[in-house]
């Protein structure tokens, strides 16, 4: 079956760090965007970045920028979320998937699978 599974979340301080990882299974990475999105309790689903298939174009959400990092491994079949500085505010379950479109627009984003929940709390 053709499955994307993020994971890596949990609970961190403010200040602190998560590395979120995308594993693909069913079908070669390679040949795709990928980007990540996120929905906080009460809000909208909303892009966070994303990563073209040769990594040679990447976008960032202004609320991420300068903080979040997105890569890929296509030997692994993976894709990466790097996050410092975590903020209370990036508290949201955070989805990977593939970007269908031809830009890094939430429209763009295909279906996603159950997210892993990152959750930035004193």
């Known amino acids: 079956q053709l499955q994307l599974v993020e994971s890596g979340g949990g609970l961190v301080q403010p200040g602190g760090s998560l590395r979120l990882s995308c594993a693909a299974s069913?079908?070669?990475?390679?040949?795709?965007?990928v980007g990540w999105s996120r929905q906080a309790p009460g809000k909208e689903r909303e892009g966070v970045s994303c990563?073209?298939?040769?990594?040679?174009?990447?976008n960032y959400a202004d609320s991420v920028k300068g903080r979040f990092t997105i890569s890929r491994d296509n030997a692994k079949n993976t894709v990466y979320l790097q996050m410092h500085t975590l903020k209370p505010e990036d508290t949201a379950i955070y989805y990977c998937?593939?970007?269908?479109?031809?830009?890094?627009?939430?429209?763009?984003?295909?279906?996603w699978g159950q997210g892993t929940q990152v959750t930035v709390s004193s």
């Open positions: 990563i073209s298939k040769n990594s040679s174009s990447t």
């Open positions: 998937a593939l970007i269908l479109g031809s830009s890094c627009r939430i429209r763009d984003f295909g279906s």
């Open positions: 069913g079908f070669t990475l390679d040949y795709h965007a």
